[in-house]
Nanobody, 116 residues
Framework: QVQLVESGGGLVQPGGSLRLSCAAS????????MAWYRQAPGKQREKVAS???????NYGDSVQGRFTNTRDHTKNTLELQVNSLKPEDTAVYLC??????????WGQGTQVTVSS
């Protein structure tokens, strides 16, 4: 079973950028959809972006146009480029991998804090 490890979070000023990475321990080819969620204190977990095995992407309304989600099957990574960050983007960002007939796999998350 694949293990996912996120990295790339940190403290950034409003308007700044980060590149979040999710490294998988095995091939991600069999995972039909990989996605990023975020969890802010006191709020429900929110789906941020997803990408299918053939590269079809989908974004939440709050991040559309600012975030870009990519997956690399040669490196077994999922990446999220986050631009024009706002304080309301502050959250723990988690990646997940999904495939039919199996439970979703989750990483531990990486903290993104947007503050001046």
């Amino acid at each position: 079973q694949v293990q996912l490890v996120e990295s790339g979070g940190g403290l950034v000023q409003p308007g700044g950028s980060l590149r979040l990475s999710c490294a998988a321990s095995t091939s991600i080819l069999s995972y039909t959809t990989m996605a990023w969620y975020r969890q802010a204190p006191g709020k429900q977990r929110e789906k941020v972006a997803s990408i299918t095995a053939i590269g079809t992407t989908n974004y939440g309304d709050s991040v559309q146009g600012r975030f870009t989600n990519t997956r690399d099957h040669t490196k077994n990574t999922l990446e999220l480029q986050v631009n024009s960050l706002k304080p309301e983007d502050t959250a723990v960002y988690l990646c997940t991998a999904a495939r039919r007939f199996y439970s979703n796999i989750w990483g531990q998350g990486t903290q993104v804090t947007v503050s001046s």
